[in-house]
């Protein structure tokens, strides 16, 4: 759960659209803060390729595999 009590649902294949589509009705429902493990430039391509609303950084925290501290925790985690 994150501080603001909505529950952070992280995406370890956030390059594929399906889960891209996921995410945009888990956004649309309003029922998690989707974090999704990507490079930013394919996701972007992804989404717009597929019409989707998202944004990184509005509609879900984005970690790049390539070029984030994070990654190492989350796939450890995961």
């Known amino acids: 759960m994150s501080t603001d009590g909505v529950a952070r649902v992280v995406y370890a294949e956030g390059e594929d659209e399906r889960v891209l589509r996921a995410?945009?009705?888990?956004?649309?429902?309003?029922?998690?803060q989707?974090?999704?493990?990507?490079?930013?430039?394919?996701?972007r391509m992804r989404i717009e390729r597929a019409g989707l609303r998202l944004a990184a950084?509005?509609?879900?925290?984005?970690?790049d595999p390539e070029n984030d501290p994070r990654f190492r925790a989350y796939w450890e985690t995961y």
Do not use: H, Y
Request: net charge negative; glycine share 12%.
């Open 34 to 43: 989707p974090v999704l493990i990507g490079r930013p430039e394919v996701i």
């Open 23 to 32: 995410v945009q009705v888990v956004r649309d429902e309003g029922l998690a």
């Open 57 to 63: 950084g509005r509609d879900f925290e984005l970690v």
